[in-house]
């Protein structure tokens, strides 16, 4: 069986990192989850000293603190994904954006790995005394909110989210991390590392 586990971004990954997300732009696909390195891809150095930033942030209603991580896969010590974890919220965070963004690179999807990586942000979150989780998908991502609600989410609100002139329909979740853990530990802890 596969294993996983997080890992701190770090000097070592930079190659693997910029990879990551030029893959992403590959497969024209939306980026999602990783403390903004696509806007550092040639600026890794300066990428580590912003989470660095991020993790001690005093939460204001521009920022909060978060953390990020890659999800690496044990076989072949591969970034399968990324997460970004903010540790509190704002009131604009708890309007859309939630606790918690994610992604897994185009070429690994559909293979039950975010669930794995939602599963692991739990955990985190459980560390740092969150109790309840929430998360925003797009309605018409199913892949996002079908991982939410594998992981115990309950949809609690949808609204419509209106940018630059185009608007979409937003599910909002609520995870209780506790519980959520528990009622999936029998499933992801054998994955871990
Ligand atoms: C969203 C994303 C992280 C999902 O990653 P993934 O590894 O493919 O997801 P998983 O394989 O763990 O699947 C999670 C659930 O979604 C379902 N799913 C995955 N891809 C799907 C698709 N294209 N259509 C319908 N359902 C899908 C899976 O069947 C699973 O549900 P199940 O447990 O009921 O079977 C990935 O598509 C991604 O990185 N997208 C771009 C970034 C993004 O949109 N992030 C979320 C922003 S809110």
Known sequence: ME????????????EDA???????????????GVGGLYRYLDDYEGWLKKLEEDYTRIPNEE???ARTYFLIRESDSR??????????????????????GYSIRP????????KINLYLGLKVCQ???????LLDADKENLASWKTMEALGGINIREFIDEHDGAHSIMKNYEIN??????NN?????????
């Open 3 to 14: 294993k996983f586990y997080f890992e701190e971004p770090n000097i070592s990954r930079k």
């Open 18 to 32: 910029i990879a990551y997300i030029n893959e992403f732009y590959d497969y024209n696909s939306k980026i999602n």
């Open 63 to 65: 920022k909060v603190p």
């Open 79 to 100: 970034i399968i994904g990324m997460i970004n974890i903010r540790l509190s919220l704002n009131e604009s965070l708890k309007k859309s954006g939630g606790h918690i």
């Open 107 to 114: 070429t690994e999807r559909r293979k039950g790995y975010n």
């Open 127 to 133: 560390k740092y005394g969150i109790e309840t989780v």
């Open 177 to 182: 991390v506790n519980e959520s853990i528990k």
């Open 185 to 193: 530990s029998n499933i992801f802890e054998p994955m871990l590392k």
